[in-house]
């Protein structure tokens, strides 16, 4: 459980809502472990037929909570159960983006099968500018949807997308005003959920392919991710997020 994240079930479908505006909807490990959690229900009960995911106030997500980052060498580890959680989910999963969507809060989509986009939502993957390294099976699923050159903006540079470039490289299912963004995500999950149920699912399974090459890309991103998480180019990073100030690497 976790105040920060509502689970609301409503038809046949869970509703996961981030709920901590005042940081951006930044994810705790609490947070992780309930969205983890609403996942293993949702797969495990019948009567779920799919999930939405969505963030509540201006931001969808704003990434892992770097205070958590900080916490020692188990600081990740939830982030990672939910990663894996999330890319063996074995039902429609659809998003509803709004305003920033940080680190993790762009990898997960990469996993989410309808994305829709208010005007204003935009795209961040710094893991670089933190000094560490992607996750969620970005480093491959990134290049393979959108081509190699957009992904290194975003990978190797940390540059930001917008909603028409999310739009024009795949990473979004469409752009929708803001004040419909949520009805539109509600109505289409409610259009899956009218669909025969094991076409659907094994429709899902055959455009997901072969998940082998996935999860061996997900574990071997977590190794770095954790070597990396614990690098002097991290702390650094870290704390200029912190202290409100640019960070100064060494080169050496
Ligand atoms: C396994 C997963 C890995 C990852 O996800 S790596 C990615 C981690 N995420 C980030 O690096 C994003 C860090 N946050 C930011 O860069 C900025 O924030 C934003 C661009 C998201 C928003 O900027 P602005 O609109 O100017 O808001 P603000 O004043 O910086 O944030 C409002 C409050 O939210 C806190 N906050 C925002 N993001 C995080 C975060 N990721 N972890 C912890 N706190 C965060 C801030 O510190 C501040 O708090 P206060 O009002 O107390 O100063």
Wanted: charged share 20%; net charge negative; aromatic share 6%.
């Amino acid at each position: 459980m976790s105040d920060h994240i509502a689970i609301v079930e409503k038809a046949g479908v869970i509703e996961i809502q981030i709920d901590r505006p005042e940081k951006k909807n930044a994810l705790t490990a609490t947070m992780y472990r309930a969205m983890t959690a609403a996942l293993a229900d949702a797969s495990a009960r019948a009567d779920i037929g799919a999930v939405l995911i969505a963030g509540r106030g201006e931001a969808f997500c704003a990434g892992n909570d770097l205070k958590d980052f900080t916490a020692g060498p188990e600081g990740g580890a939830a982030a990672f159960d939910f990663i894996r959680a999330i890319a063996a989910f074995d039902k429609p999963l659809v998003a509803a983006v709004q305003g920033l969507a940080v680190g993790v809060g762009t990898t997960m989509l990469f996993h989410c099968d309808l994305i829709y986009a208010a005007p204003d939502a935009r795209f961040v993957m710094p893991f670089v500018n933190l000094g560490i390294v992607p996750e969620a099976g970005s480093s491959l699923l990134a290049p393979a949807m959108m081509g190699h050159a957009k992904a290194a903006a975003m990978l190797l540079l940390g540059e930001p997308m917008d909603a028409d470039g999310a739009d024009r490289s795949g990473l979004i299912t469409a752009i929708v005003p803001a004040d419909r963004l949520l009805d539109h995500a509600r109505a289409k999950v409610a259009a899956l959920m009218a669909k025969p149920p094991q076409a659907l699912a094994a429709t899902r399974r055959l455009m997901k392919g072969d998940p082998a090459a996935l999860n061996a890309r997900i574990e071997e991103e977590a190794r770095l991710f954790r070597e990396t998480l614990a690098s002097p180019e991290a702390q650094e990073a870290f704390a200029a997020f912190f202290e409100k100030r640019a960070p100064v690497f060494k080169h050496s």
